[in-house]
């Protein structure tokens, strides 16, 4: 095996243990191209040598405890920087805030430099080792994020793999004809291979963006641009693009970033005749990102962004042996949990609860209702066909529902890439306008705003209960509604996924405390829940799960068990009183409002919930 003398023994010792998978995969990916391959392993060690002492001592400690992300008392939260805090230095200021907000996980939306209108929210990068002059520097970074490791806050970065933006630097060398440059891309000099590709790959963005290809009008060549025409694809097939992201990628990680989320990961791998998503290629791919950081930096996580339905995202898990991400998306639950708020029907929730119980339990999931994207209904439409609901018309149903067009819906939505041939909207607003808060304060209805305020806080309590880390969506904790200011700014009025990236209200969280307020109940319960979640250990990720039979299809059940503890757990999804069946259940406390309870039946309001712990 090929290694230098010099290298320091921590780094051998990690490098050796991996250094054969590392090095068949690289093999079988880049056609045994060892000059490629001696290259990155040198590398590896110039960014490990590299890494502070400080990242290296987190390292060991996670090393040496490589659970340490399934506990109970990890809560999450995203944001954009400039829409929380304006830049980096204004954000390290706020840290007190996100500690009150009880997060330790905090996920920062893309921050590298990025060109004005044609940035994509920031997931269009020029620069990987950048900062986006508006928010900071490097230093800025750097900074904070070692400001948080003082708080115990672990932070995350989007790592755009997918592509760069048309201005990055290898984009304009191959825009002015440099044929290596065009190499790290996917160029044609006609559309015949376009033509071929779109035959088999679906689209993004079929009406922002429509199409996987862009004609570049000053060089007469095509390139392939599978999101929005701004954001070249890199070609994973080139080892040099594998060799420099990686490169990109240990950057960040050595500025203190602890959660690497591998952005659209499934779509780095293309070929002729195929979708271009989920390729075997892929896999080797996040494998060997996997095998690297383990070797130059052991505690940083990554995080896969496979917004898909379940059979498509499990395999980023890996294997027990060959493990890839850390950690995915939950995006079935968080798009049935919707579902369910319209038919106020659990069945399909419960399903997908007793899949995912069924699942090794080393797999963590990040749960969460809301993110920086829309909601894409990707339900399980085989198994909702026994009740006569199909696709599209369902998919109409939600979207009507959710822009409060049907009868009966107080939600505020608005659609998202809306394909009239396709009928596949997609959903974009705010939880609290979803839930019809918006609705409920504007017609100053206070039974609705009572019933919309207590629907999102179930919502959420439901988020706690689920296994894996909890993520909640910047400005959700204090019921934050939409921003309809996007429909103004030609750079942003054609997203509507800017409804829900609006500036955080601070005015709003001097309500906080206040629980006469919207602000204030939102923000205490959240804040309770997460606390007694904390507290106990049959919230955490090795605790068993299952759902329970509840007598009502508007009630879901969910019992965990974990020790010697046992909770039971009851989610009403109407806006009417339920009578629930307590199965098994004698006498308990629940542990959000201290009540006694006794008796197998239990009254619930309308979107009240329980967390009943069973005294044994
Ligand atoms: C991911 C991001 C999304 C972005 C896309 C293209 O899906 O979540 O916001 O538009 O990647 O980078």
């Not at 993004?204 to 599978?226: H, Q, R, S, W």
């Amino acid at each position: 095996m090929e290694h230098s003398e010099k290298w320091e023994a921590e780094f051998v010792k990690r490098f050796k243990k991996h250094y054969d998978e590392l090095k068949w995969l690289y093999c079988e990916v880049y056609n045994n191209d060892m000059k490629a391959f001696s290259w990155l392993c040198n590398s590896l060690y110039g960014y490990y040598k590299s890494r502070s002492s400080a990242l290296k001592k987190l390292d060991r400690e996670k090393e040496n405890n490589p659970d340490w992300y399934k506990t109970n008392d990890i809560v999450g939260m995203m944001l954009y920087v400039d829409a929380f805090a304006d830049n980096l230095k204004g954000l390290k200021n706020k840290i007190s805030y996100i500690k009150e907000c009880g997060v330790n996980y905090l996920h920062l939306m893309p921050l590298l430099k990025t060109p004005k209108g044609k940035s994509d929210g920031g997931y269009a990068v020029a620069d990987f080792r950048r900062v986006q002059p508006e928010l900071g520097t490097m230093t800025d970074l750097e900074k904070l994020t070692s400001e948080c490791h003082k708080n115990g806050i672990s932070c995350c970065l989007d790592f755009v793999m997918n592509h760069t933006s048309e201005d990055h630097k290898w984009a304009k060398a191959a825009r002015n004809g440099d044929a290596e440059a065009q190499k790290r891309f996917f160029f044609f000099d006609d559309w015949e291979y376009p033509n071929r590709f779109e035959q088999t790959v679906p689209q993004v963005f079929p009406t922002t963006a429509p199409g996987n290809f862009t004609y570049l009008e000053d060089c007469k060549k095509i390139v392939m641009t599978t999101f929005y025409p701004y954001q070249w694809d890199l070609n994973y097939g080139n080892c040099v693009v594998f060799n420099d992201m990686v490169g990109n990628m240990l950057y960040i990680a050595n500025k203190g970033i602890d959660v690497i989320r591998l952005d659209a990961v499934p779509y780095i791998w293309k070929e002729l005749g195929t979708s271009c998503r989920n390729l075997p290629k892929v896999h080797s791919l996040v494998r060997m990102m996997r095998i690297i950081t383990e070797i130059v930096c052991p505690s940083v996580l990554l995080l896969g962004e496979v917004v898909m339905e379940p059979s498509k995202v499990v395999p980023y898990f890996g294997t027990v042996e060959k493990p890839e991400c850390h950690m995915l998306y939950n995006v079935t639950t968080m798009a049935s949990t919707w579902h369910t708020v319209a038919t106020k029907d659990v069945r399909l929730l419960k399903r997908q609860m007793d899949k995912l119980a069924d699942l090794p339990k080393n797999y963590v999931f990040l749960n969460y209702l809301r993110c920086h994207d829309d909601i894409g209904w990707g339900l399980d439409y085989e198994w909702l066909s026994q009740f006569g609901i199909s696709e599209i018309p369902h998919k109409k149903y939600l979207n009507d529902y959710f822009t409060g067009k049907s009868s009966g819906s107080n939600a505020r939505g608005e659609l998202y890439n809306d394909d009239p041939r396709l009928g596949d909207a997609r959903l974009c607003g705010t939880t609290a306008s979803l839930c019809g808060i918006e609705k409920a304060l504007a017609e100053k209805d206070e039974d609705k705003l009572e019933k919309a305020v207590d629907c999102d806080i179930m919502l959420h309590a439901y988020m706690l209960t689920q296994s894996g880390i909890p993520v909640l969506y910047s400005g959700d904790e204090i019921g934050q509604l939409n921003d309809y200011s996007y429909h103004d700014n030609p750079d942003k009025s054609a997203d509507s996924r800017y409804l829900h990236r609006g500036k955080f209200n601070w005015e709003s969280t001097d309500r906080c405390s206040d629980t006469d307020t919207v602000q204030g109940r939102i923000f205490k319960s959240i804040t309770r829940l997460e606390a007694i979640r904390a507290k106990n250990e049959v919230f955490g990720t090795p605790a068993e799960f299952c759902t329970v039979y509840t007598g009502s299809d508007s009630v879901l059940g969910v019992c965990r068990e974990y020790g010697n503890q046992k909770l039971l757990a009851y989610f009403n999804f109407s806006e009417k009183e339920q009578t629930v069946f307590l199965d098994g259940f004698k006498s308990g406390k629940d542990l959000f409002s201290n009540e006694e309870i006794s008796g197998i039946m239990a009254q619930l309001k309308p979107f009240g919930f329980l967390w009943l712990l069973l005294e044994e």
